[in-house]
T-cell receptor
């Protein structure tokens, strides 16, 4: 398996534009997570899904953020409208049911909002 | 408040030397503690996991310790290599449901030749 695949690797956008980040989890994993990482705050869990259903979105900072998982092999994180303070690295991770809390991370999308 | 604090924030050591990274947590109820290694430009990768009853766990040149009484963990790296240069993140899981995780902000380690 190629691991968790995220796209794009880098995204530069202007303030106010819509941004969509994409993730393909490891096949067979039941859980999918979206994290945000900044120098100041480290890693923060935004939302996670179990079997394509959103379970906990309490980490989503504002209504500008939304996430979907239409099927077991694809998820998106959308920011609309984007703001400079959204600049961060966004990680997608997946986990199998029997591995407890170990998450397998993608390489991340570095988002810069100017 | 559930918190994980790591020290030092950053560290520079010479290749071949040993080092120890610290993690203090105030998380309750405790389930387990993981150390992740994050190379620059990549996602974190799990190194070790420790539950309440485990004191020490090794993974090659990495040895993690856990003192559940003092709520402290350490990650010891032996005979450091240039490839050990990375951020090391301590993550504590709450025993209140799946994926209730509290992250430390990490220690940036640079191994210098």
């Amino acid at each position: 398996d190629a691991g968790v695949i995220q796209s794009p690797r880098h995204e530069v956008t202007e303030m106010g534009q819509e941004v969509t980040l994409r993730c393909k989890p490891i096949s067979g994993h039941d859980y999918l997570f979206w994290y945000r990482q900044t120098m100041m705050r480290g890693l923060e869990l935004l939302i996670y899904f179990n079997n394509n259903v959103p379970i906990d979105d309490s980490g989503m900072p504002e209504d500008r953020f939304s996430a979907k998982m239409p099927n077991a092999s694809f998820s998106t994180l959308k920011i609309q409208p984007s703001e400079p303070r959204d600049s961060a690295v966004y990680f997608c991770a997946s986990s199998p049911r029997d591995r407890g809390t170990e998450a397998f991370f993608g390489q991340g999308t570095r988002l810069t909002v100017v | 408040k559930n918190q994980v604090e790591q020290s030092p924030q950053s560290l520079i050591i010479l290749e071949g030397k040993n080092c120890t990274l610290q993690c203090n947590y105030t998380v309750s109820p405790f389930s387990n503690l993981r150390w992740y290694k994050q190379d620059t430009g990549r996602g974190p990768v799990s190194l070790t996991i420790m539950t309440f009853s485990e004191n020490t766990k090794s993974n090659g040149r990495y040895t993690a310790t856990l003192d559940a009484d003092t709520k402290q963990s350490s990650l010891h790296i032996t005979a450091s290599q240039l490839s050990d240069s990375a951020s090391y993140i301590c993550v504590v899981s709450l025993n209140t449901g799946f994926q209730k995780l509290v992250f430390g902000t990490g220690t940036r380690l640079l191994v210098s030749p």
